[in-house]
């Protein structure tokens, strides 16, 4: 045979080889892409339904704190709901009137103490919504801690909904900081009032004291201290509804920008079915010119391409994917699908 046939031969031969390597890096290709649009289906799903939970909690917060804003500065008292200011008003008034007429204000005394117990029954309500803030906003911070978790699981895919967790546990420790000043200042409050609660019991049970002028003055201070109070919590409260109703806000356009998932699935497949038929027309080749030719495979140009591609390969499972598909006998390898763990994640 002349030497340039032998020569067109054994390349045919490496063109053969390297076609057979082709196959075989594409058949770990198509594996790959197929495991990770199975692990985007299955972890965008929980976490869709995650982040749609989150959203809920974060209403439920929002209209509570919006609650407590609208009562910060008002009070219960009977069927009839007064601004904080207008019962100190009515308290100023009648320690006005009690130090001009003892008389009038023994009589008027006794209904300011029924009007502390209804305002320091309000107070210990709020001190009970605040606490429910805390259970709220625990179980917000852990919610977001399973979200970072699952986004980890997604990989690159979801890159951007650990940013949204990460943002939302920030929020969730201002709401938590917010939560521990209102109990100080509600705990200040509370103080105040069973101070002038006591003080007006003294009042109502003498008709007349040498330090009416002096408890007149304490009582006005304190109650200027509670209107005080009662506007600076509720300038915090609206802050933290406005902060909430933020995570809310976040949460729900997360949840519309997820809807791309749809679109990578489908690009996924596309990819998949385009690469299963660029395999096939290599393996057909291959089989109709060993048929026609009865030409073997060399490992010359295809043993560069597979030590080229393993060296370039630091993924663990699919190197070992590759080796396997290169090292094995004729036709496809067959690859069992896996479940992605949280052992399975290789840290770079």
Not at 2 to 7: G, R, S
Not at 134 to 155: P, S, Y
Not at 170 to 186: F, G, Q
Not at 322 to 347: A, C, H, M, Y
């Amino acid at each position: 045979m002349p030497a340039d046939l032998l020569q067109a031969q054994a390349y045919l031969c490496d063109i053969l080889g390297l076609n057979d390597v082709q196959a075989r890096i594409l058949d770990v290709v198509i594996h790959e892409i197929s495991e990770v649009r199975s692990d985007i289906d299955v972890n965008f799903q929980d976490l869709s339904q995650r982040f749609t939970h989150l959203a809920r909690v974060s209403q439920d917060q929002t209209r509570m704190v919006q609650d407590l804003a609208g009562n910060a500065d008002t009070v219960q008292v009977a069927d009839e709901t007064l601004a904080v200011h207008d019962v100190v008003n009515t308290m100023g008034r009648a320690l006005s009137d009690f130090v001009e007429k003892i008389v009038f204000m023994s009589s008027r005394s006794v209904n300011m103490v029924y009007t502390l117990d209804d305002v320091l029954g309000e107070i210990s309500a709020v001190e009970r919504s605040i606490k429910s803030i805390d259970n709220i906003n625990a179980q917000t911070n852990m919610l977001a801690i399973n979200a970072k978790i699952e986004a980890v699981h997604a990989g690159d895919a979801g890159t951007g909904f650990g940013v949204v967790a990460d943002e939302i546990r920030e929020l969730a420790k201002n709401v938590n900081a917010l939560s521990s000043d209102l109990k100080k200042r509600i705990s200040t409050i509370s103080e105040g009032l069973h101070k002038g609660y006591d003080l007006l019991r003294e009042i109502a049970e003498v008709d007349t004291s040498g330090q009416n002028l002096l408890v007149h003055k304490s009582m006005t201070n304190m109650m200027r201290a509670l209107v005080d109070q009662s506007v600076s919590m509720k300038t915090m409260l609206e802050a933290s509804a406005e902060a909430t109703q933020t995570i809310t806000q976040d949460i729900s356009a997360a949840i519309v920008r997820m809807q791309f998932q749809d679109r990578a699935t489908q690009r996924l497949e596309t990819a998949v079915k385009g690469l299963g038929t660029l395999t096939a027309a290599l393996r057909r080749v291959d089989d109709e010119v060993q048929l026609n030719l009865n030409l073997a495979h060399t490992a010359g140009l295809g043993g560069e391409l597979s030590a080229a591609v393993l060296q370039q390969c630091t993924l663990g499972s699919v190197h070992d994917k590759l080796e396997t598909s290169l090292r094995s006998g004729p036709g496809p390898v067959v690859f069992k699908t896996t479940q992605l763990r949280d052992d399975d994640i290789e840290l770079f």
